[in-house]
């Protein structure tokens, strides 16, 4: 299952390391991190004690770390391509000194302008919030407690509009549901779309397209995610992304073809069909009709699903309003009777 992978990240920071190494094994050993990714602090700030916090970061020296700290450093300077500190203590994993620019105030909500000279490494408009999302490295849990936005936009996608829920669901790490919880306490949205109208596609589309994450889609459901949720054109929903997954066992593995009827059972329990998914294919797919045929019936299909998500929508805001305006006319009897 593609879940077991290494995450994109890491594989790019081991390929950039060994493509940036030169000579033989022993200079290559006595190289940090920072010089085979070919970062030198002096390259991207130029304020000197910014520039010896960085050389401390690279050392992993704690002590120097602290002292910098305590005597004022800018934790939050931003260098070349935005570059900050807590950027440059990411790498290679070491989470004390990382947690320690954390709780001295560092922002890890800072978009990055360029790929920082390792293409396959870093992504112009990344942060280090995504980024400790979608990595397995260790930073996840102190960057969330620690100032990270629950809600942050990728820099990558502006367009799209996806938030750290994506982000994990992109790295597909073995500790997803955990993270996932962690940001819905601190005020993540889960049912945040992608695109700009409320329509568009929430996390549940982009778990079961990424890697057929089927047990993350029961789990965001528990949540209070909504399956009933259209793409941003209101031509697909979770229905029509599972009718037409590959779940046969040359291509699935066991478990994932067990979270896969547990999904659709959950989600054809909560009203959502997934026989008029094929009702649906069926007919767009349908050979005899003709290729205008087949773009008028999309399109009024997708005017058929955009009104009645629309009047879903209507539904739901006007049951919130008659709760509310229900509790505050219960509210004004009690008060009417204690007097």
Known sequence: MCAKRNFVIVLSLIAAMLSASTGCDAQVSEKTLHQKLGWKAEDFFADPKVIELCRAIEKDDLKEIEALIAGGVDVNAKGKDNMTPLMWAFPDEKLSRFEMLLRAGADPNVYITSDLGVPNGFTKGDSVTHMACRTYFPYFKAVF?????????????????????????????????????????????????????????????????HYGQYDICSFLIDQGCDPSVYDHDFSSKLTHILVRANISPDFASSQQITDYHNLVAKIEAMGESMEEARAYFKKRFDPMISRAGKMKFRKEQQAANKAAWLARQAAKEKAVVDEKQTAESHKESKQQEKQ
């Open 145 to 209: 407690e620690n100032g990270g936005d629950p809600n942050l936009i990728d820099g990558r996608s502006i367009r799209s509009g996806e938030t750290p829920i994506f982000s994990v669901v992109e790295g597909a790490v073995p500790d997803s549901k955990e993270r996932i919880k962690l940001l819905i306490e601190k005020g993540a949205d889960v049912n945040h779309c992608l695109k700009d109208f409320s329509g568009g596609g929430n996390v549940l589309l982009y778990a079961a397209i």
